[in-house]
């Protein structure tokens, strides 16, 4: 079994799908709590040196929108203090807490999910359902860092040009326009060159095939397998309504009923996939080192 992070594209694609499609389209505290864990968990995980200040923005947004609610959903029937005639209910806060959670969780993993899908990863996902949105991805993907450089090197160009002498707002404003100008000239220009340039060499005349490295193996068919077999039993927890949580007027939290227990350790599974592969391979590692 190889790690998380070196499966095929689409298996990790599917995960990622699968993990945050759950928890966006659930309000369960515990959904929130088991996602959060696998989430945050794979990126320390993953991550040699974590950077406080990402963790420390994650928490800040949620404190933000845990305070934001109560202040302008006032429902719920335990009032815990009064601001300006406005009751602030436990109920809002708890709603909140699960709202901003879920958000979190979220971006936490398209985090995870944008540093393992590399463009080459991207590219063998879409090339396989569209060519044409595969190629107008890497075509985009290839202009992101060519329009970096290039402003930068306009930029600088104009520096050296006597551009930015008066140390004013409006002085920058202007020669941050007339850079801007410029490099949207290049881009269109250097556009056109691409179009021909891809005329000529005979594109769109004929059925195109590619050249890719990765291969998709049994234990891929495993991640993909266990993550569709994880996401129906929760599926189908939540479509029955075993999972369903009440906030208003008084928070009530899930039965713990049999299907309710079942599509929470579904989720949890799932949630610990990526940290369970790599904790197996890492363990691996380390056995076989010990043997030289």
């Not at 594209?9 to 996602?35: C, D, E, H, K």
């Not at 200040?53 to 800040?60: A, D, E, P």
């Not at 009032?79 to 971006?107: H, K, M, R």
């Not at 450089?149 to 002498?165: H, N, P, T, V, W």
Request: overall charge positive; some cysteine; aromatic content about 10%.
């Amino acid at each position: 079994m190889r790690s998380f992070e070196e499966s095929n594209p689409i298996a990790v694609t599917v995960y990622f799908l699968a993990l945050g499609g759950i928890l966006m389209f659930s309000q369960s505290p515990v959904l929130l709590l088991l996602g959060a864990l696998g989430a945050f968990g794979y990126s320390l995980v993953r991550s040699k040196r974590p950077s406080p200040r990402s963790y420390g923005l994650y928490l800040g947004l949620f404190l933000l929108l845990t305070a934001i609610n109560p202040l302008f959903s006032h429902n719920g029937k335990t009032v815990l203090f009064v601001i300006n005639d406005s009751p602030v209910t436990l109920e809002a806060i708890i709603y909140g807490a699960v709202s901003g959670g879920i958000l979190v969780t979220v971006l936490c993993l398209l985090q995870s999910f944008s540093e393992i899908m590399t463009r080459d990863r991207l590219l063998y996902v879409f090339g396989a359902l569209s060519p044409k949105l595969a190629l107008v991805l890497s075509m985009g993907i290839r202009y992101v860092p060519l329009f970096r450089d290039r402003a930068k090197r306009i930029s600088e160009s104009q520096r050296a040009l006597g551009l930015y002498k008066e140390d004013n707002i409006l002085d920058k404003l202007k020669s941050d326009l007339r850079v801007f100008s410029i490099l949207i000239t290049w881009a269109l220009e250097n556009g056109i060159t691409t179009a021909d340039s891809m005329s000529a060499r005979g594109y769109g005349r004929r059925r195109r095939t590619y050249f890719t490295l990765f291969k998709f193996r049994r234990s891929d068919a495993f991640v993909v397998a266990l993550t569709l077999v994880c996401t129906a039993v929760t599926a189908v927890a939540m479509a029955l309504g075993a999972l369903e949580t009440a906030f208003y007027p008084t928070f009530i939290p899930a039965k713990p009923t049999p299907l309710c227990i079942a599509g929470y350790t579904a989720y949890g599974l799932l949630a610990l996939l990526p940290i369970i592969l790599e904790t197996e391979e890492a363990l691996r590692w380390n056995a076989l080192r010990s043997r030289i």
